[in-house]
T-cell receptor, first 113, second 113 residues
Framework: EPEVTQTPSHQVTQMGQEVILRCVPI?????FYWYRQILGQKVEFLVS????????KSEIFDDQFSVERPDGSNFTLKIRSTKLEDSAMYFC???????????FGPGTRLTVL | DAKTTQPPSMDCAEGRAANLPCNHS???????VYWYRQIHSQGPQYIIH???NNETNEMASLIITEDRKSSTLILPHATLRDTAVYYC??????????????FGQGTELSVKP
């Protein structure tokens, strides 16, 4: 069964450093998403992406964040200058068309020291 | 904020049916009810969705009241592996538009032997 994959599973970085989280969505999916979950808190929407552009973003997704689909398979989330409060689990998701169910990856745990 | 209300926790005996309620009294006519679950910090997993008719798939059944103000997710024969946080989410289903999921706190279901 096709699945969303994410790398790395765990990333540790120093405050102020740039990080790139990578995702490989399911191959025939057209919509891509990033969510995050701070430990003990609820899952929060960050951004959705379709047709090589952002279709929606939340207040969390400020200028420090960017997304890119550099090739036909990868979907990345970049945080330019990490803060302590960026420590969270980051989930990538994809869906076949906009209103179908979203399939989530296993997540990347980001720890900012 | 999430437009749904769920009990924070529930217990269920293994092999019995788990009935998880959700209140969505402000649901709009074009909004669907979606259920996802999250097993111990893994990525959320889609379970089922519906508009007004009852729905069933291999995982669960969804019962939506006639006035659509509440619904119940039914896991017919709960197993220990069904222990998870279950999220009830309402969102519009608009063709060809990526739709964010807004997660609440969900119901933490504990299936006990």
């Amino acid at each position: 069964e096709p699945e969303v994959t994410q790398t790395p599973s765990h990333q540790v970085t120093q405050m102020g450093q740039e990080v790139i989280l990578r995702c490989v969505p399911i191959s025939n999916h057209l919509y891509f998403y990033w969510y995050r979950q701070i430990l003990g808190q609820k899952v929060e929407f960050l951004v959705s992406f379709y047709n090589n552009e952002i279709s929606e973003k939340s207040e969390i997704f400020d200028d420090q964040f960017s997304v890119e689909r550099p090739d036909g398979s990868n979907f990345t989330l970049k945080i330019r200058s990490t803060k302590l409060e960026d420590s969270a689990m980051y989930f990538c998701a994809s869906s076949e068309i906009g209103y179908n169910e979203q399939f989530f990856g296993p997540g990347t745990r980001l720890t900012v020291l | 904020d999430a437009k749904t209300t769920q009990p924070p926790s529930m217990d269920c005996a293994e092999g019995r049916a788990a009935n998880l309620p959700c209140n969505h009294s402000t649901i709009s006519g074009n909004e669907y009810v979606y259920w996802y679950r999250q097993i111990h910090s893994q990525g959320p997993q889609y379970i089922i969705h519906g508009l007004k008719n009852n729905e069933t798939n291999e995982m669960a059944s969804l019962i939506i009241t006639e006035d659509r103000k509440s619904s119940t997710l039914i896991l017919p024969h709960a197993t220990l592996r069904d222990t998870a946080v279950y999220y009830c989410i309402v969102r519009p289903l608009i063709y060809n538009q990526g739709g964010k999921l807004i997660f609440g706190q969900g119901t933490e279901l504990s299936v006990k032997p």
